[in-house]
């Protein structure tokens, strides 16, 4: 199953609650290919860390915005 054409896709999540019954939903995936010396595990965990990080960063910047 492991070769170099091996994908690697994740996508996340988060709804926030805006408040008066109202919530905003922010997703957000990728798509990318193991990269050379890496098993699908490791490439997994790579593509999974960089949605997370940057599905928190976008959490964070919506959060401020409706606070504002």
């Not at 492991?2 to 939903?25: D, H, I, M, P």
């Not at 990728?30 to 928190?56: C, H, M, P, Q, W």
């Amino acid at each position: 199953m492991e070769n170099s054409e091996t994908k690697v896709t994740v996508a996340l999540g988060y709804t926030l609650n805006v408040g008066n019954f109202q919530s905003l939903r922010i997703d957000l995936g990728i798509e990318d290919s193991r990269r050379e010396g890496e098993n699908i595990a490791e490439a997994f965990e790579r593509v999974y860390e960089f949605v997370e990080s940057k599905l928190t960063e976008k959490v964070k910047e919506a959060s401020s915005e409706i606070s504002q």
